[in-house]
Structure formats: C-alpha cells, structure tokens
C-alpha cells in the first residue's frame, strides 16, 4: 500500500502534536482563562506524590512558567547588593540583573538565557511578577520596574524593548509591574501607567505604539482582560479607580465604572459568566470592594447587579477566581479562605483555608492558585468542577468544587514556601499546566511533574 509524502508527514506532525500535548504559552493558559484541557489527567494524587520529572535551580521571582513548542519559559532576578525586606509600604533598594531563562521542557535543560541589569525600588522585591507571554516565535517579557521585551523563542535575541519608565514617564508602582502582557490579534496591549497610558497597545512585531489610552491616580496590578459581550470583543482595563471598557483595536472608551480597592491594589482579571440575568462580569478587591455587573446584549455597557457587603462576596488579591455554574469560587485577602459565593446574590457558601495558608488557621492574603480541568470524570458528582489548586503552602492539589463542599482527591508538596508575608512562609507564582505536567516554580528552583495516567 503506496502512502503518500505529504500525508505521512501530517501524521507525524499530528502524533507529534498529540505526544507534546497542549502548550500553556501565557498566564492562565492559551485562552487566559485558567482551564486546563487536556485529556487523560489522573483520577487522584496517590499518597506517594506524582513523578517528578525534572528539578532546576532559579533565582527570585514571583512570575509563573510559561510551556510553548518543548520549551519552558521563565524569568527571575540575581541579586548582587541590598536586602530583601517585605514590608508593605516600603520599598527594598535592590541591585542586580533581571534573566529569562528559556529551558526544555522534556528535561530542563537551559537552552539561552537572557540578562540585564536592572536596579529594583519595589516592595516585596524578590523578582519579577509577570509571566511570559509566547506568541508565533516570539517570547514578550515585562520585569519588575516596567522592561519590556520582545525575544526570540528559539535564541533569546532581543527583537525590540520599551522602558515604560522613560518612554511613559510611568512611575514604578510600590509592588512593581504586574500587568501580564497580552497578545490580541497583531497587537500587544499592556498596563503601562503615566498621563493617558495607563493602556498601551504596541504593534507586537515591531513594537511601535499603536494606540494608547486611560489616566487614573495609579495604573494598579490588573492584567489587560478580553471578554466578549453584546457581539463585541472588550478589552477591560481595571486601574485603581475604573473598571474600563476598551476597543482592543482603538483604545477608544466603551464604557467606565469606579471600582476603587484599596492601596491601588485592582488585581484579579475580571471573571465573565452567563447566567439566567444574561451575561455578568465580576471583579473584586482588598477593602471589601467588589461588584457584580450585568452585561447588556445589544451595546457594549454594564450596569450594577450587586455590590458585596463585609460579610458576603469574596474579596480577592493575589489569584484570580473562577464561575462554574451559579457559583463563584475565590481567594479571600481579608480572610485568606478559599471561598464559595452564590453568584446570584453574592452570599457565602462556605469556606476553608485547607487549600491556601494550611490549616484551620485564616492568614491575610491567603492564596491559591485555581485552574480548572475540562475533562469531565464519569464518576464526579453533578455540578462538581474539578479543580487544580498550588497552594502558598508548595502543595499540589488535585480537588471537587461544589456549592456544597470542597473535597480533596490527593495532594503532594511540590515545593517549600521561600518568600515571606505577615510573619508565614509563602510561595506566590501561578504555575503552568501543559504536555500532560505541571510546572511549578519558588525563589530557588523550577519543578515539572507527570500528572497524566
């Protein structure tokens, strides 16, 4: 039987693609929407953990890997002088170099490194906060103190790079950039800061500004969002003031509504979910600031439905929650719980800290990082998410997520906490779920674990 070239060469690159499994080429995966879709994920975590893969050292950072075409990409800072001192409302004066370290992801072996100095006046300063972002060849890297760059994927060779300090006279926020960059068709958009560029979309190719928009009296830590709503594609842009409706292509207002946390501090990516009220966005923030909107289908607007009370909603800072259904499920920064929320009204369903700070203990900005997996399991209960949670703690958790209850299905330690925050141990980077493992990463080394049957 005669096989022709061009399809024996399609089936190779298929069962490539199905061997490699899915990338996880950004912060909250390819769709930035923290769903892990891969198929023949294990049942449970066994008492014994799952295999380890591979273990490589890093530097500080609270920035999460990014997983794209075999390679593993990630960044971190060296320090050579100062001391690292998390307090609040100072800032660490820090010298040293800013790194991208590009690794296989099959064994982590180092395959470039790019470094630069860069002298930090940050708070928290132990490196940088955002993931890469990898696009068609093409890896974009923004550091504590507001470095952008565009880097080769295969090589590491600088292609382009703004200073968001000097190009936008932006001033370095108390906790550093933290607006993961985002792709949107031939465009990069960015939370940058500075009078009118709070936004800044940049030709991702070139990097010549294409557009710029928005003032406000911080730029705040939220990353430039897409959602869709009344037939329309919306960039939300959350400073410390507004919560901002853009055209992703113009930057040209939609529609803006004040959503003021505390300390500038707008951080979690709005969450979009369709309800029997329609579409409804949510969003929410340390000082008990948080709202639920209604999405109108015929014109890009959004009107209240709720705002949250001291004793109901969830109030969330360091991870991003999630909707599954007619509930919400997020990270409390006062109480430091993860927590069930009845979308419809915003009151509480339970909570627990087992998945954030440990134990029955609450702990101020408790955190845990939430991807959901999209496989169903025949044998779940109905309306049950299965979830995969990174705790502060380093433990890997594998869990069922209901209205009704938060149940364990296994965990292992991944990696000890080696940073620090009110006194507790913490480890706060935003792991990379693809190719059938999760990578996961602290302030000294890079793990890659198997977590497929």
């Known amino acids: 039987m005669l096989i022709s070239s061009r ?38 975590i066994p008492a014994s953990g799952l295999p380890v893969k591979w273990r490589v050292p890093v530097a500080g950072g609270y920035s999460g890997p990014a997983v794209a075409d075999g390679r593993v990409f990630v960044t971190d800072y060296v320090v050579r002088t100062g001391e690292l001192d998390n307090r609040p409302n100072d800032r660490s004066l820090l010298t040293g170099s800013e790194r991208t370290l590009c690794l296989d992801a099959a064994t982590g072996r180092l395959l470039w490194k790019h470094e630069a100095d860069c002298a930090y006046s940050i708070s928290y300063a132990s490196g940088p906060r955002c993931t890469p972002t990898v696009a068609d060849g093409r890896v974009y890297v923004l550091g504590a103190e507001g470095n952008l760059l565009c880097l080769e994927a295969a090589t590491g060779k600088p292609l382009w790079s703004k200073d968001f300090k000097r190009d936008y006279a932006a001033p370095t926020p108390i906790w550093g950039f933290c607006g993961h960059p ?35 009296s911080e730029s705040g830590y939220c990353p430039p969002t897409m959602i869709e709503s009344a037939g329309v594609r919306q960039l939300m842009i959350w400073d410390a003031d507004n919560l901002n409706s853009l055209d992703p292509q113009t930057g040209r207002p939609f529609w803006t509504k004040p959503l003021k946390p505390m300390y500038g501090m707008s951080i979690m990516a709005p969450q979009v979910a369709d309800t029997k009220r329609g579409r409804v966005l949510f969003a929410s923030g340390i000082g008990r600031v948080g709202a639920l909107f209604a999405l109108a289908a015929d014109v890009p607007e959004a009107s209240i439905l709720w705002r949250g009370e001291p004793k109901s909603a969830v109030y969330c800072a360091n991870s991003t929650p999630f909707i599954a259904g007619d509930t919400l499920y997020g990270c409390d920064c006062d109480t430091g719980m993860l927590t069930a929320v009845e979308l419809e009204t915003g009151r509480r369903l339970w909570e627990t800290a087992e998945p954030t700070t440990g134990g029955p203990r609450r702990g101020k900005h408790g955190t845990a990082f939430l991807v959901r997996q999209a496989e169903a399991v025949a044998s779940d209960p109905p309306a049950t998410s299965r979830v995969w949670i990174f705790s502060e703690t380093g433990d890997l958790i594998l869990t069922r997520l209901s209205a009704d209850r938060y149940e364990e299905l296994g965990r292992m330690h991944l990696l000890d906490p080696t940073n620090e925050c009110f006194g507790r141990e913490v480890v706060w980077s935003h792991p990379a779920f693809a190719g059938g493992c999760v990578f996961a990463r602290n302030d000294r080394e890079l793990v890659c674990v198997q977590a497929t049957e």
Do not use: N
């Open 7 to 44: 399809w024996l060469v399609g089936l190779i690159l298929v069962a490539s693609a199905v061997s490699r499994g899915d990338d996880w080429p950004q912060w909250m995966g390819p769709r930035r929407d923290g769903v892990w879709r891969e198929r023949g994920l294990v049942a449970s």
């Open 182 to 216: 985002l792709v949107e068709g031939e465009l990069l958009v960015c939370l940058v800061g500075g009078p009118g560029s709070v936004a800044v979309a940049f030709d991702r190719k070139t990097g010549a500004e294409r557009w710029k928009a928005l003032s406000a």
